[in-house]
């Protein structure tokens, strides 16, 4: 035995690799959204973003100012039901107008208020945190953001305003439902919210109205579910050309009843009844008080105009109570 062969206690010649590197090569990590998926799956579903897009434009060419409330209402009503808080569209009008509510649906109503708000408000800004009413608050040089969800700022929103940007040459409702993905991808909102995802989806989508300024979706199906580009591009497509559709069909049942409140008023005296079927067309919710700015009445006039038409089967009360009443067609 060599003098050498004894220090077998002396570290050995040294070697490329650490000890604890795997033995293995690690494999790369896929992105969570790839915009380019979903740029080649639109150019294979044309006819699907045809029809949803006619759909839209038909839509657009028809909704007044009134009709666009009415609908972003029955919107957030979707929105909130796709996240699991069933919450009718006339509750959230009435909270609008009155600002009561349960003290448990306070919470709710005031969220389905602001995306009403959003929806029928400006384009998507640039910036995420002003729009969904966020901003970082610090207390002695530290970020408590986390402390209150209310004031929290989105999460990874630098990646979904680069999603954003890679997807401007895809059509308007195609971004609307890559972006839809993407916000829950990058965790801009509580895994189980839809409504901020939805909004914001819905003023990239609607972007091309010209009286519409959102894109309705939810109302025409469910659109939360996981897949493929191509299966949530599917659905989503499907999604909007079905809730035109059923928007179209409540402006022909407005239409229709227009006819018959003309009709059934026809011999009540004084201009009122016919400004106040005008009324009832361009907002969907009235007051008595409304009701008298609207029509140049006194609220005396209003109301017994509004009693007038809840007998004739026009319109019907939708809060319960006696007192601050608050009126839609019936």
């Known amino acids: ?157 630098e990646d979904w305003q680069a999603a954003r940007r890679a997807l401007s040459d895809c059509h308007a409702i195609t971004q609307a439902a890559a972006l839809f993905a993407a916000w829950r991808a990058f965790g801009l909102s509580a895994p189980n919210d839809a409504l901020e995802a939805g909004v914001a989806a819905g003023k990239i989508g609607g972007v091309e109205g010209r009286n519409l300024r959102f894109l309705p979706v939810a109302t025409g199906g469910a659109i939360g579910q996981g897949g493929t580009p191509a299966d949530r591009l599917t659905r989503w497509y499907s999604a909007v050309e079905n809730a035109c559709l059923k928007a179209e069909m409540e402006l022909d049942k407005l239409a229709l009843w227009q006819e018959r409140a003309l009709a059934a008023t026809k011999r009540l005296s004084g201009k009122t009844p016919p400004l106040l079927i005008k009324a009832l067309l361009e907002t969907p919710a009235l007051t008595a008080g409304m009701v008298a700015a609207a029509t140049g009445a006194d609220k005396a006039t209003a109301r017994r105009n509004l009693n007038a038409f809840a007998k004739l089967g026009l319109i019907r009360e939708i809060t319960g109570q006696g007192r601050y009443r608050v009126w839609a067609v019936g």
């Open 1 to 157: 035995m060599s003098d050498d062969d004894e220090l077998w206690f002396l570290p050995g010649p040294p070697i490329d690799e650490a000890p604890t590197d795997p033995p293995w090569r690690l494999a790369e990590r896929q992105a969570i959204f790839s915009p380019r998926d979903w740029r080649r799956k639109e150019a294979a579903q044309g006819r699907g973003l045809a029809r949803a897009a006619a759909a839209f434009a038909r839509l657009d060419a028809r909704v007044g100012a009134g009709f666009s409330k009415r609908l972003a209402y029955a919107e957030a009503s979707a929105l909130l039901w796709a996240q699991g808080d069933w919450v009718p569209a006339d509750k959230i009008a009435l909270y609008g107008l009155l600002r009561e509510s349960a003290l448990k649906d306070a919470r709710v109503l005031s969220r389905a208020d602001w995306a009403t708000r959003r929806m029928l408000g400006a384009g998507l800004p640039d910036e995420l945190g002003g729009f969904l009413g966020r901003q970082r608050v610090e207390y002695d040089g530290l970020e408590a953001v986390g402390l209150n969800p209310a004031l929290r700022m989105v999460g990874e929103e």
